[in-house]
C-alpha cells in the first residue's frame, strides 16, 4: 500500500532568502519556473531559494512553500478589492485571523460568504435561450427557420426566456469555487465546505478560462450575493497555477495561488487616483502604451497617465520598494516619460521611504520629480489620505 506523506511547508517572506536542504533539483526548477522564487547555490552546495514579490501558495513534489506578504493579509485583500471596486468593497468582507496564511484566509472568508448567501437558495432570473425544439415556445425566429429548415415543419427554431439559476452571479461563484478546491493548503473543513457549495452549484455553466467575469451591478434581488461574488473576483483575479507535468524540462506538475504585490501596489493607485483626478474631468489610464520617439517605434507603458483627450496631462510611476534613497533608474525612467510626454512635472509614488523632489536642468527646460510615499502599514483610511494628498500634488503640477 502507498502512503504518501505531507508535504515539506518552506514559508518566506516577500524577497527573503533562504538555503533549504534536501530540495530536488526539479523541484527547485519548477518554484522557479512559477516566477515566484529565484534558485542559486551556496558554497557549500546546498539550494537557496530567494522569493520575489509573488506572495501565496505552491505544491510541487515533496514542497509547500508559502510566501508571506510584508503587509498583513488583511491589508493585501482589502487592496485588492478596493482596486476592484472603490466603491462596493467592505472592510467586513474578510475576517481575518492573523495567524492564517493568504490562502486559508481567502478560502475561509470566501467559503463563509457563500454559505451564507446560497443559505436563502440559488439565486435565479431570467436568461434569452435560442434552440431548436419541437414545439413552438416563446416566438419563432423567422429567418433562422427559414434559413436552415424552409420547408420543414419541426423542429422549429425559437427564442424564449428561461427562468434559471445559470446566472453570471451563480457563475462568478462556482467559477471561484472549483479555483480554490484545486489550490493546495485548503483547510479541511473548509475543503467541504467548498465540496458542498459545488454541489449546490452543479447545474451552473462554468465560466472559460481566462474570460474575465461578467460585471453582476448589486440590485434589491442581489444584494445578499454582493460578499460573496467581491470575494469570488478576489480569487479569479489571482494568478492560479495549474502547472502539469514536464510543462518546462526539468519541471514536475505544479498547483498555487499567487499575488504579484506590485501588481496588487500598481492597480490599488490606480484606481485610487482615478477616483480622485476623473471628477476634475479627463481620463485616469494605467500601462497606457506612449511612444518616446518621432518614428513611434520605442513604445513605453507608464505605470498611471492623466489624460484630458490627447493632450496627457500627468505621469505617475508606481514602485512597489522602500529605498534609501532614490534609485538613479527610477528618475532616468520617469524624466524619460516626462521629456517624450511634453511634462515638467512627474512624480514616483514608492511603497516606503520619505518624500523629496528634484529638479533636472537641461537645454533650458525643468523637470520637476516629485517623490511620494504610500505607508502600506497604516490603516486603509490613512492610505486613502495620502492617496488624496498625491491628487493634490497632481493636479498642482498638471496645469
Request: with cysteine; net charge positive; charged share 20%.
Amino acid at each position: 500500500m502507498n502512503v504518501q506523506t505531507a508535504p515539506r511547508r518552506v514559508v518566506l517572506a516577500e524577497y527573503e532568502s533562504r538555503t533549504i536542504p534536501g530540495l530536488a533539483e526539479d523541484v527547485a526548477r519548477t518554484l522557479v519556473a512559477t516566477g515566484a522564487v529565484s534558485a542559486s547555490r551556496d558554497l557549500g552546495g546546498t539550494l537557496r531559494l530567494t522569493a520575489s514579490t509573488k506572495v501565496g501558495l505552491i505544491r510541487a513534489g515533496d514542497i509547500e512553500l508559502v510566501i508571506r506578504p510584508k503587509v498583513s493579509v488583511a491589508r493585501l485583500l482589502w487592496m485588492v478589492g478596493h482596486a476592484q471596486d472603490p466603491a462596493g468593497w467592505r472592510n467586513d468582507d474578510v475576517n481575518v485571523d492573523p495567524a492564517d496564511d493568504l490562502v486559508t484566509a481567502l478560502a475561509v472568508a470566501f467559503a463563509g460568504q457563500t454559505d451564507r448567501a446560497l443559505a436563502g437558495g440559488l439565486l435565479r432570473g431570467y436568461r434569452p435561450v435560442d434552440e431548436a425544439s419541437p414545439m413552438l415556445r416563446g416566438r419563432l425566429r423567422e429567418a433562422d427557420q427559414m434559413r436552415a429548415r424552409l420547408g420543414v415543419a419541426v423542429p422549429l427554431e425559437v427564442r424564449y426566456d428561461d427562468y434559471t439559476a445559470d446566472i453570471p452571479e451563480n457563475r462568478i461563484l462556482a467559477a471561484a469555487t472549483r479555483r480554490l478546491l484545486r489550490i493546495p493548503g485548503v483547510p479541511a473543513p473548509t475543503r467541504a465546505a467548498l465540496h458542498r457549495i459545488q454541489r449546490l452549484l452543479a447545474d451552473v455553466t462554468p465560466l472559460v478560462a481566462g474570460t474575465p467575469p461578467t460585471p453582476t451591478p448589486a440590485t434589491r434581488l442581489t444584494r445578499r450575493y454582493q460578499p460573496a461574488l467581491r470575494l469570488a473576483r478576489l480569487v479569479l483575479a489571482n494568478r492560479g497555477i495549474d502547472m502539469p507535468p514536464a510543462a518546462r524540462a526539468g519541471t514536475i506538475a505544479a498547483t498555487g495561488f499567487l499575488f504579484d504585490m506590485y501588481a496588487v501596489y500598481e492597480q490599488w493607485l490606480t484606481a485610487s487616483l482615478r477616483r480622485e483626478l476623473e471628477c476634475h474631468g479627463g481620463a485616469v489610464d494605467g500601462q497606457r502604451i506612449v511612444h518616446l520617439d518621432e518614428a513611434r517605434k520605442l513604445a513605453a507603458r507608464p505605470d498611471i497617465t492623466w489624460w484630458q483627450g490627447t493632450r496627457c496631462r500627468a505621469v505617475i510611476d508606481a514602485k512597489y520598494k522602500t529605498p534609501t534613497s532614490v534609485p538613479m533608474e527610477d528618475l532616468y525612467q520617469l524624466v524619460t516619460y516626462c521629456a517624450a510626454l511634453g511634462l515638467t512635472d512627474g512624480h514616483l509614488v514608492y511603497a516606503g521611504g520619505s518624500p523629496i523632489t528634484h529638479t533636472i536642468r537641461r537645454a533650458g527646460i525643468r523637470i520637476h520629480v516629485h517623490v511620494h510615499v504610500i505607508d502600506l502599514s497604516q490603516d486603509g483610511r490613512v492610505m486613502l489620505g495620502q492617496a488624496h494628498q498625491l491628487s493634490l500634488a497632481v493636479l498642482e503640477g498638471s496645469w
